[in-house]
Each structure stands twice: as C-alpha cells, then as structure tokens.
Nanobody
Framework: QVQLVESGGGLVQPGGSLRLSCAASGSIFSIYAMAWYRQAPGKQRELVASIPRSGRAAYTDSVKGRFTISRDSANNTVYLQMSTLKPDDTAVYYC?????????WGKGTLVTVSS
C-alpha cells in the first residue's frame, strides 16, 4: 500500500524559510513525477511545484525564485525548500503524484506565515 507522509510545516515569520519533506512508501516514487500542492483557507487546492523522474522542475508563478523542489531517490523523499515566505504562502501543503491521484492525498502539513 502506497503512502505519502508530509512533514516540516510550522509557524514562520515573513521572510523566513522552511523545508518540507514527503516520504513515499511503495513503488511509485521511482516511476512517477512528484509534486507539492497547497490549499489556503477558503481556496481551492493548487499545484505549487512538480519534478519529473529526470529533467527540469516546474513552479507556479507565485513561488518562482523562492521555492525549490527536489527528490532523493535513495530515500524515496521529495523536498520543498521554501524561502522568502509571505503571508500568502499560508496553507496546508500536500505532496502527491503529478497529475495527482485522489487515493494518495495525505493529511498534509500546515505552514503559517505570520508575524
């Protein structure tokens, strides 16, 4: 059974940094593109960043230059390094495949950017 478990969220001041981790069990990690998504209060879930098995990562415009997605195949883990955080980045962050599969949504990890 495949599971995706997010961690690393927390409260951070504007301008600060956080690194999120997503540990993937099962065999999907080596096969598919992986991605980070987020859902802010009162808004729909959106794709933030995606990374293929090989090749260039892609980002939504609002995080370009501030967020970096990476994957560690040896540890079946996807990371999201977030810098220069803004209050608008406040959301629950989830990892999933790209495109997302409904069965793989986990609990996410909450990121709150506030002074």
């Amino acid at each position: 059974q495949v599971q995706l478990v997010e961690s690393g969220g927390g409260l951070v001041q504007p301008g600060g940094s956080l690194r999120l981790s997503c540990a993937a069990s099962g065999s999907i990690f080596s096969i598919y593109a992986m991605a980070w998504y987020r859902q802010a209060p009162g808004k729909q879930r959106e794709l933030v960043a995606s990374i293929p098995r090989s090749g260039r990562a892609a980002y939504t415009d609002s995080v370009k230059g501030r967020f970096t997605i990476s994957r560690d195949s040896a540890n079946n883990t996807v990371y999201l390094q977030m810098s220069t955080l803004k209050p608008d980045d406040t959301a629950v962050y989830y990892c999933n495949l790209d495109p997302a599969r409904p069965v793989y949504w986990g609990k996410g990890t909450l990121v709150t950017v506030s002074s």
